[in-house]
């Protein structure tokens, strides 16, 4: 029996070098063969948010009122539509909703970084982002480009709330602290700020089955830890350098935007659920995302902007490659927040 999973544990290891290889293989040809003509671009939509309330709350009251409650109701509804049309409505505030869904790789973040050029190029002083954010975390660079791009928008003068109904912790923390006024629900997690690297190692299996694995660098520090080599403590203690120095980035970008924080207390990598986020400070208030975009919207105009990357077969076969390749450790080693 052992000797079954012995060699099911070497055929599985020669199963993921193989799509391995396989995979880098296709992601070269696609690439090399890519036209970038081809690409074509995104597109930009903008919805009112005000018009979705109304109509919804329309719906409801269709249904719950008599017929001539009803027409009571649609006549003083054209009456105000009426009078909002004669008054212009140039000096109203506007606030810009933007979505942004995290993954392990932020790949969210291209389409944030239209949305917000988008909006910055309109937008007033006295508008007002509000961006809805749910992330989890992950790779460093990719979030901290991502909170680069929320970063802008406070740049430009323009008031900035982050809204997490469900989760902002680790790299997505770090895109959420950058914001003027951070709102979370009762129950959402946030915090996490720490920083992590992890891969499985597969050196003594390969010894035992009698597999070398031979690996080539120039530079010291080219690669420390791996999966098939062997490590050293030199190579852990390089990583944890690594980490630590990271760890201290990010604890500075935090502390930056929340200065009241206490850093020690908070910056452990632990979470919270929101109401005990609130009493540390790694929040502003508790609330929803509908009550906040519902309650504005009685005072303000509400636009919902939202841009879509178009990306053809090649593009998303490439993208499902480099994730499958990085999840297995074949990539680039990167820390993850």
């Not at 869904?101 to 917000?116: F, I």
């Not at 950058?178 to 996490?192: H, K």
């Not at 975009?293 to 993208?319: C, T």
């Amino acid at each position: 029996m052992i000797e079954f999973f012995y060699d099911y544990g070497l055929f599985l290891l020669k199963v993921l070098t193989v799509a391995g290889a396989v995979g880098a293989l296709l992601v070269g040809v696609i690439t090399a063969s890519r036209d970038s003509s081809s690409r074509s671009e995104g597109s930009l939509t903008v919805e009112t948010l005000n018009d979705k309330y109304r109509r919804m709350a329309n719906k409801v009251r269709q249904a719950v009122l008599s017929k001539a409650d009803w027409k009571q109701s649609e006549k003083e509804q054209k009456k105000a539509a009426k009078a909002a049309e004669k008054n212009t409505d140039e000096a109203r505030k506007r606030i810009f909703v933007l979505d942004f869904k995290g993954d392990l790789r932020a790949s969210g973040v291209e389409s944030l970084r239209q949305e917000v050029t988008a909006v910055i190029a309109v937008a007033r002083p006295d508008d007002e982002v509000v961006v809805c954010l749910e992330n989890a975390g992950g790779a460093v660079q990719d979030h901290g480009l991502g909170a680069s791009q929320l970063q802008r928008i406070k740049d430009h003068g323009l008031p900035l709330t982050v809204i997490v109904d469900k989760v902002a912790a680790s790299g997505g923390y770090l895109m959420a602290c950058i914001a003027d006024r951070l709102v979370a629900a009762p129950f959402a997690i946030i915090g996490s700020i720490g920083v992590l690297a992890q891969l499985p190692n597969f050196n003594r299996f390969l010894e035992q089955r009698g597999v070398d694995f031979e690996q080539v660098t120039a530079g010291r520090y080219k690669r420390t830890l791996t999966m098939f080599g062997k490590n050293t403590e030199a190579d852990r203690e390089k990583t944890r350098e690594e980490l630590e120095e990271v760890h201290q980035l990010f604890k500075a970008a935090v502390s930056e935007h929340r200065p009241t924080l206490d850093m020690e207390r908070v910056a452990t990598g632990e979470h919270w659920y929101g109401t005990r986020a609130l009493e540390l400070g790694l929040i502003d208030e508790l609330g929803s995302s509908d009550d906040y975009l519902m309650q504005a919207a009685e005072q303000a105009g509400i636009y919902a902007v939202s841009y879509k990357q178009r990306e053809g077969l090649a593009g998303k076969l490439q993208s499902a490659l480099t994730s499958t390749a990085e999840a297995l450790g074949l990539g680039p080693r990167y820390p993850w927040s």
